[in-house]
């Protein structure tokens, strides 16, 4: 009883400082959502025209979704499922006002940038590509999962075979991908 009532209050300050200290942002690479993620048209060729980028080869996908479930999935069921799909889990201190109120927006805002509900590529406002690329990044810089969800969920941290594992596959999907356009200048 005493493991629970620890998690618990880990989990509810956890929650509350989050409450007063994160930015809407925090969690997903720095993008608010509806806040306008994309480049600004001036990094963008002829006049503010979107590049035309070739859509991905179905057999890519296929390969990038097979490695994807063989690999990753088990992963991600346990790491990311609770926010970036409709299988969440929630805790024992979700009943606590303010703090049920900030895991619900939390799982919409995470829903929203990637939706992990089918296999890859995932539901939500990037493209296969950038999904692969954004996971990367989030997993190389350690970003996912975000630090006030492992506070209380020790046990779904990932490990270091585990962000190898997420790393190689992103990787070899990328590779097998065609380009997206330029990205924009830093700073600009």
Not at 21 to 47: C, I, M, R
């Amino acid at each position: 009883m005493s493991h629970f009532i620890l998690k618990l209050c880990a989990g509810a300050l956890a929650a509350t400082l989050l409450l007063f200290t994160a930015s809407p942002a925090s969690a997903h690479g720095g993008v608010e959502h509806g806040k306008g993620g994309e480049p600004p048209a001036a990094s963008q060729p002829l006049a503010g025209q979107p590049v035309a980028v070739p859509p991905p080869d179905a057999a890519a996908l296929n390969v990038i979704n097979n490695r994807y479930l063989r690999d990753v999935k088990p992963i991600f069921k346990r790491t990311c499922f609770d926010c970036h799909s409709e299988q969440t889990r929630y805790p024992a201190y979700y009943v606590i006002p303010g703090v049920r109120q900030f895991i619900d927006w939390d799982i919409r805002e995470a829903r929203k940038h990637m939706d992990m509900n089918a296999d890859f590529p995932f539901k939500g406002h990037g493209t296969p590509l950038k999904d692969l690329k954004a996971i990367q990044k989030e997993v190389e810089e350690g970003d996912m999962p975000p630090f006030y969800y492992t506070v209380p969920h020790w046990n779904e941290r990932l490990t270091r075979d585990e962000v190898q594992i997420i790393l190689r596959w992103a990787t070899e999907g990328i590779k097998l991908l065609p380009p997206g356009p330029p990205e924009p200048a830093a700073g600009k």
